[in-house]
């Protein structure tokens, strides 16, 4: 059979057993089925943390080196030679993984998404995710092998630029008689050349998929996808004679996705896949290939849960004159004078009396737009008796606000911060000016990631991504004629633009300048833990258990893009059930954001003044403080 004639690929699914997190894509080796990886899956206990499992089956079948009979593989592979590859063959094949690889990324993200893979799947995996235009969150690979031209095979011979520092694991057995160690070795020092994190492990183990895996994949697969993935003791795998390297598969007509440590299953076939939603225990190793699961169990009555409440907090740009007139003859313009104290600065003059110049100003804008959130924040909080989050965000300096409202840092605290962050960012910008765009329109981030990689390594222009909004929506920063140049190309092929007034290229390594003062302010304030997890701009993860790991996240945020569309999919995944938005500060573009981005259930609400908060108030709180 062969690649090319090949749209879709059959494949199997472990769904997670609560709140889809993250999805690992595992790409099997040759003669296998996609059975052997999902029995490693279970062995990890991935549907227990949230992880969804795809396994594709390899559409190609050839003759083994050992039998001469025909086993599964991705593209023909003579195991003797494995310097040499058949690149028509693995070119064939990386088009529909790539769709399939699309599709899973959009149903969480691509930066939830992680590819696996065993030998010849390890290489294939290697290949497909280094040229992805989405930046995924890393590769697990066991026993891959180098391909000898693979810059040939990638766009202008590396890595896609989304992909330029894919964190990557490679595992191999010492005892590999199939795929020597210096082939693995050879693989992780080209990652390493390009700049890739690489973890490398050796095992005391032949060529087996993922033997003798222990804490080192739990702990990658962890810090790559978000979520914790515990360290359970993983016996070496238990494989039927059928599935030895050489011998034949057991076909596609046979389903044989191996469950170990599965506890309930639902199995339903539609059209090419086959899906098993599956919390992680002990079951029978193979799953016969019927329609309805004799194990499964009623589904349980649902129980109306009350909904977890989300704070959003706006960035520079939202702010707009006379924006705190409504609050000035309220209780809580307290909030203002303490933090004009600790700034020292007259914040109620910002507020009341700047013009529209003034309060473009970097430096007036993030404190002028700061202050406001914290005044509603106390507005809120004192109406409610005590606001408590499920989850806290904020886009670009918004992210300040959220760690004030989790109480990672105290008012005073954060005011200093945002006060010395707009200053030092406000030289940055004088000493290399800078501005930002809009754009929007279908499928316009990645036309913008590759525009701005293409200006940059054609035209050595200064200019990335910053904002990563949605897949229809994004701000690009760099030096005025390099904004300039991408935004006439966009518009060309027919997004549209919306040029932001300001004078510096945010979110960009043009920001560097900025770091040495804001890191100064860091480290002189104390970090508190978090009342509620707060999701970072720089990786759009959930942070709580480690307030001190904020110190590096806000410096990475000088010039790192703000992850938006990632971090609104995982604070509806941290929520874990029925969740409500509600935006705090000027302006309501988050909340507009957020519809396009969330379900449409899930109610969003803008406060920017008293009536505002009144309102929300009568629909989300009617009995009072005893009804949050």
Not at 265 to 272: F, M, S, Y
């Amino acid at each position: 059979m062969s690649a090319a004639a090949v749209d879709r690929l059959d494949h199997e699914e472990i769904e997670p057993a609560g709140q889809h997190l993250a999805t690992v894509v595992w790409l099997h080796g040759i003669g296998q089925v996609p059975g052997d990886l999902a029995e490693v899956a279970g062995r990890l206990r991935l549907a227990e943390a949230g992880v969804r499992g795809v396994f594709p089956r390899a559409p190609v079948t050839a003759p083994s080196l050992l039998t001469g009979l025909p086993v599964t593989c991705w593209f023909p592979q003579s195991m003797l030679a494995i310097d040499r590859i058949d690149t028509e063959g693995l070119d064939a094949v990386r088009r529909p993984l790539a769709a399939l690889l699309t599709e899973e990324t959009g149903r969480i993200g691509a930066d939830r998404v992680l590819l696996a893979g065993f030998s010849q799947g390890a290489t294939v995996a290697v290949t497909l995710a280094l040229s992805h235009p989405e930046p995924l969150a890393g590769a697990a690979l066991y026993a891959p092998y180098l391909p000898p031209d693979l810059p040939a095979l990638l766009e202008e011979g590396r890595p896609h630029p989304a992909n330029a520092g894919l964190p990557v694991w490679i595992g191999h057995g010492a005892r590999d008689w199939v795929v020597p160690e210096r082939s693995g070795e050879g693989l992780r020092d080209l990652l390493r050349s390009w700049g890739h994190p690489v973890t490398w492990q050796r095992y005391a183990d032949g060529h087996e998929p993922f033997a003798g895996v222990r804490a080192s994949l739990p702990d990658f697969l962890t810090k790559a996808l978000g979520t914790p993935v515990p360290h359970v003791p993983a016996p070496p795998p238990r494989r039927p004679p059928s599935r030895r390297p050489g011998l034949t598969s057991t076909g596609p007509t046979k389903t044989e996705l191996t469950r170990t440590e599965l506890t309930r299953t639902e199995l339903t076939r539609t059209g090419r896949s086959s899906r098993v939603s599956a919390p992680m225990s002990t079951m029978p190793s193979t799953m016969p290939p019927t329609t309805a699961d004799p194990l499964s169990v009623p589904t349980p009555m649902p129980v109306a849960v009350a909904p977890a409440t989300a704070l959003l907090f706006p960035g520079q740009g939202a702010q707009r004159p006379g924006m705190g007139e409504p609050w000035r003859d309220t209780a809580h313009w307290k909030v203002v004078d303490r933090l004009s104290e600790a700034c020292d600065r007259d914040l109620g003059r910002l507020l009341l009396h700047a013009d529209a110049a003034e309060l473009t100003r970097t430096d007036n804008a993030q404190l002028a737009t700061f202050t406001l959130e914290m005044v509603i924040l106390d507005a809120l909080d004192t109406a409610v008796g005590g606001v408590r989050p499920a989850v806290c965000a904020g886009h670009s300096l918004g992210e300040f606000a959220a760690l004030t409202a989790a109480g990672v840092l105290t008012l005073e605290d954060a005011g200093r911060l945002v006060c010395e962050r707009g200053a030092a960012m406000a030289e940055a910008a004088r000493r290399v000016p800078g501005t930002m765009a809009v754009l929007v329109g279908p499928d316009v981030a990645a036309h913008a990631e590759r525009l701005a990689a293409r200006l940059r390594a054609g035209a050595e222009a200064r200019i990335w991504v910053a904002n990563l909004n949605g897949p229809a929506q994004v701000v690009v920063s760099g030096t005025a004629d390099a904004v300039a140049a991408l935004t006439e190309q966009a518009e060309a092929a027919g997004a549209r633009v919306v040029r932001i007034p300001v004078g510096g290229a945010f979110h960009t390594p043009l920001m560097t300048a900025a770091r040495p003062r804001l890191a100064a302010a860091v480290a002189a304030v104390e970090l508190h833990p978090a009342h509620c997890p707060v999701i970072a701009n720089v990786d759009a993860r959930a942070h709580r258990s480690d307030p001190e790991r904020w110190r590096d996240l806000m410096l990475r945020h000088l010039v790192m893009p703000v992850r938006w569309a990632g971090s609104m999919r995982t604070l509806a995944a941290v929520a874990r059930g029925p969740l409500r938005l509600a935006e705090l500060g000027p302006g309501s573009t988050l909340g507009g954001l957020a519809r396009r981005l969330l379900p449409p259930e899930v109610p969003v609400r803008s406060v920017a003044t008293p009536d505002q908060l009144a309102a929300l108030l009568s629909d989300w709180w009617p009995a009072g403080p005893a009804s949050l």
